[in-house]
């Protein structure tokens, strides 16, 4: 057999896959155009096409230099390609070279260096390059692009670690729907929804509980960083390939597994495996009895814990790791099975009425054992839900929610949900300090909860710190990347913190997922630019997804204030005072819409009315364009100045 080096490449289409099963016809339409975009550049570097992979191409070249400038052309080629067409119709790919001793076989090649090169490829990003240690070895002096070590790899089939660099580009990141920033140094895991076997389907909320359970626990873990269960959830009973999974989360790591309960027995398995080379790194299975479910929960999160920091250091140790701190908060098992069951009707809000079942057994979890901290936060996180919709008396809710949260914290001080929690309700209700101190609890106790940055983003920007409050909304959106409300406040802070052509680019890739809410920041900045046209468009989509919301008949009467047609205006603002008669509160909305009639008195009665209420809408006020009219007025100072006086402004994490 004839054997000489070589320089291999592989390419990979980039969610080609997925496509074809959602729009074959598009998917082939697109295959066929990177073809015909690389093939011209693969002869241009003298690379040989050895075959085509469906989805993409192994190539040879004699040289490692040419190997790696042909990398860099593909992806310049296909960024000035996606500059050009609609977002649906963009080509995103990923490219490994490695060099290493080949074997011919007629046009084929094979091998160790085929091998190695085919694991390389999965560790690039869409639109990115990674070459192994040996290409760096031939080309570091010899390229333009900078090159960054991305350290020891164990790759799949490969005996030995392999050091992996990165090729810097510029300009061809990855343009599909908004990603969560780059991880700031931490190792980053997905829990992803665990599948339910059982032989009773009633029996899934026990396998979303054992999600929800390892969500919390691994996020224990020293130096590990959890994606909230917001995120994950819409993976459930999803095929996607767990690379996929974790470039679109951002995550090195992710757990999977299935849940068997039968009678009083349970049978889980679970598998943490690398996103990248998609590499099993443990396995686990468990057939026990039902009652032993917090010492597996303990088992699997050590065994994570010891599996990512022997694979991260490329060697086995022997050394002790750290146990995350966890506490089994009851002993009754009908308890806990009623909290399982609750904690899936809340996760999925499908209803009121299956809220106000889930309040239900979260009460009778607590009845059976007083001393359940975490059935407590369960019932004030779900009386602060049914209020918020409307569905609950206000002040009764508030009211019971703080006697069971701060009766969890007498139970146990170290349940970093409930600090949270408690966080979100004392802002609410103005108590800005106590907010800030008991968001900064929750993450000393559990840095990957996502809400406490949230609380404290909207202390900085009330405060006018909004490009602190655009870092710490960055930070809780890394880790919550799906979560609504951390979405649409993004999309806020952004334009309130003049970061325009940034923020126009996230509302619009946003908009699929949070199409209400990046429709009303579009129509707030589109009428503070004065492009009533573009805001027509924004508002039209508000009334087709939400006709009676306050928002929604506060932008239409603003807009129609500005067309001149006072009359529609004026309506709106009717229909607003009606809703507000019948108790919903509507008393921001209505000033707005009084300002943009140019009713400066009767604007300012509604933001002294929403004072006394809590609910001035401070980084409105602050911020908004909708209110620029007012904001030199001494009066509109004054109820501002009265309103920061409530707040400290915290440290932040």
């Excluded at 390939?241 to 790591?253: A, D, I, N, S, W």
């Excluded at 680019?505 to 209400?516: I, M, N, Q, S």
Aim: one cysteine or more.
């Amino acid at each position: 057999m004839a054997r000489r080096l070589a320089a291999i490449m592989f390419t990979d289409l980039v969610g080609f896959t997925k496509l074809g099963q959602r729009d074959e016809e598009r998917a082939l339409r697109l295959r066929k155009e990177h073809q015909a975009i690389l093939r011209p550049l693969f002869e241009r570097y003298e690379g040989r096409e050895v075959k085509g992979l469906g989805d993409g191409f192994l190539v040879e070249f004699r040289s490692a230099v040419e190997s790696v400038r042909c990398a860099v052309a593909i992806q310049e080629a296909l960024a000035a390609h996606n500059g050009r067409v609609e977002a649906e119709d963009r080509i995103h790919l990923r490219v490994g070279v490695h060099v290493g001793d080949v074997i011919e076989e007629g046009s084929d090649i094979l091998g160790d260096a085929v091998n190695v090169a085919s694991r390389i490829e999965p560790l690039a990003e869409p639109g990115g390059i990674c070459i192994s240690g040996a290409a760096y070895e031939q080309v570091r002096n010899k390229i333009a692009v900078p090159l960054v070590g991305l350290g020891p790899r164990s790759l799949k089939n490969v005996e030995y670690p392999v050091e992996v660099y990165r090729v810097q580009l510029g300009g061809t990141a990855f343009a599909g729907h908004p990603s969560p920033p780059a991880p700031t140094g931490n190792i980053r895991l997905a829990v992803l929804p665990f599948e339910n076997l059982s032989a009773e389907p009633a029996d899934g909320f026990f396998a979303d509980g054992l999600t929800d359970e390892l969500i919390s626990r691994t996020a224990q873990i020293p130096g590990l960083r959890v994606i909230a269960r917001t995120s994950v959830q819409r993976y459930k009973g999803s095929k996607a390939p767990v690379r996929e999974v974790g470039q679109e989360l951002g995550v090195g790591f992710a757990l999977e597994g299935s849940v068997r309960k039968a009678g009083n027995r349970i049978r889980i398995t679970a598998l943490l495996v690398d996103t990248r080379s998609e590499e099993q790194l443990c396995a686990t299975r468990y057939d026990r009895p039902l009652d032993d479910i917090f010492a597996i929960q303990d088992d699997i999160s050590e065994q994570i814990a010891r599996s990512i920091r022997t694979y991260l250091a490329g060697m086995e140790t022997g050394a002790p790791q750290p146990r995350p701190v966890v506490v089994a908060d009851t002993e009754d098992m009908e308890a806990y099975t009623l909290f399982l069951h609750g904690r899936q009707l809340l996760n999925e809000k499908g209803s009121v009425e299956g809220i106000r079942t889930a309040l239900t057994l979260f009460e009778s979890a607590v009845a059976r054992d007083p001393n359940f901290a975490r059935a407590r936060v369960s019932i004030a996180e779900t009386l602060v839900w049914l209020a918020t919709d409307g569905s609950y008396p206000f002040d009764e809710a508030e009211r019971r929610a703080e006697v069971e949260l701060v009766r969890a914290l007498q139970l146990n001080e170290a349940l970093a949900e409930a600090h949270s929690t408690l966080a979100l309700l004392y802002l609410g209700k103005d108590l800005h300090s106590d907010c800030a101190r008991e968001a900064h609890r929750a993450v000393e106790l559990n840095p990957s909860l996502s809400d406490p940055y949230r609380s404290l983003a909207q202390l900085a920007a009330g405060q006018g710190r909004v490009d602190e409050a655009v870092r710490l909304l960055k930070v809780a959106w890394e880790l919550d990347p799906a979560d609504v409300n951390i979405l649409s406040f993004l999309g806020h802070a952004l334009f309130y913190a003049g970061q325009e052509t940034e923020a126009l680019e996230f509302c619009e890739r946003a908009k699929p997922r949070v199409r209400y809410r990046m429709s009303q920041n579009l129509a707030e900045h589109y009428l503070g630019k004065g492009d009533l046209a573009q805001a027509e468009a924004a508002v039209l989509e508000m009334e087709r997804l939400r006709p009676e919301s306050g928002w929604t008949l506060m932008y239409r009467g603003t807009l129609a204030a500005r067309q001149g047609d006072f009359a529609r205006a004026r309506t709106n603002l009717e229909r607003l005072r009606r809703k507000g008669a019948q108790g919903e509160m509507t008393v921001l909305f209505e000033g707005i819409l009084d300002l943009a009639l140019g009713e400066t008195d009767a604007f300012l009665a509604c933001m002294e009315e929403a004072l006394r209420r809590h609910t001035l809408p401070l980084l409105e006020l602050l911020y908004s364009p909708l209110c620029r009219g007012a904001r030199g007025d001494p009066r509109l100072q004054d109820i501002i100045l009265r309103q920061q006086r409530m707040t400290l402004p915290p440290a932040t994490p």
